[in-house]
Structure formats: C-alpha cells, structure tokens
C-alpha cells in the first residue's frame, strides 16, 4: 500500500487532483460527547451562561467543515453543497454512568475529491464546542469514536463501516 500525500522521496504533498472526473460525493461522520446527566438537562433546558450550546455547536461543526482546508495541510478548498450536524442527546444506559450526545455530520460535494475530512472535521468541532461550552459545570466531559461511517462517490465508490 502507498500513501497518496507522500512523494517517491518521502516528502508530504498535495495530491494532483486535476484529471480525475467530477462526481457526486458524501461523506458520514460520527461521534459523541459524554457527560454527566445533569449536564445534559442543563443543556437540553438552555441554562447554561453561554447560550443555546446545540444551536452553537452546529454552527460551529459548520464553519469548520467549510475551513477544513485551513486546518488539515494536505486538503484541498472545496466547495460544499451541503453540511448537516445533527445531535441525538442519550440519557445514561446500558450501565453506563454518563450522558451522550451523539454527533452526526453529512457533507456533499460535486468534485474531484472526496468530503472525509470535511465531516470529520465537522463532528470533531461540534464536540469540543459543546466541551467549550460546558466546561464551567463539567470537567469529565470527554469527545469520542470519532470517526467515519459512510462515503460514496470517486473512483473508490460506497464504503461503509460495518
């Protein structure tokens, strides 16, 4: 297996995207943030000092995918046409003590490359917004499994974690 953003010398570059065709792609991207339970209610009744953390978060998780390539070395500029983060709050279960936000982001494009990081990207942000957020009332947070579940598009076609 070669690593497509390392030259024959060993150096890292940007991969030349410029032949291939342009296709419809998307990318899933998941992940979630545990918390205490009354973190959580604090959230989901907006009494934190900062304001609407879900409605931040997304836009946050947004604004990030949009800047991935101003984040990540290698990436190249996209022009998105769509980004969706979306929030799933989970109270404790299963003998878990904590409370989960589970994080989702689906991002598409038409182009030559592929929108993985873009999603990533965008969980990844939404998460440490919501850390951000909550840190005053919640030191235990924690951001996890993130990671992609579904892309499609390219000359690679449909993968999805299973």
Do not use: N
Request: charged share 25%; hydrophobic share 40%.
């Amino acid at each position: 297996m070669t690593l497509s953003h390392v030259d024959d010398r060993g150096r890292a570059r940007m991969v030349d995207v410029g032949h291939k065709p342009d296709t419809q792609r998307q990318a899933i991207a998941k992940g979630r943030v545990r918390m205490h339970p009354k973190t959580l209610a604090l959230i989901q009744a907006g009494g934190l000092p900062k304001g609407d953390v879900l409605a931040v978060a997304q836009v946050a998780g947004v604004m990030a995918a949009k800047r991935t390539h101003d984040l990540i070395p290698m990436c190249h500029p996209l022009l998105l046409t769509h980004i969706g983060v979306e929030f799933e709050p989970r109270e404790p279960g299963d003998g878990d003590d904590l409370a989960t936000i589970d994080i989702t982001a689906t991002v598409r494009t038409t182009g030559k490359t592929g929108v993985e990081m873009e999603a990533l990207t965008a969980v990844a942000i939404a998460g440490l917004t919501i850390y951000d957020m909550c840190k005053a009332v919640d030191r235990r947070m924690q951001l996890d499994a993130v990671r992609l579940v579904q892309k499609s598009g390219g000359k690679s076609g449909e993968w999805e974690r299973t």
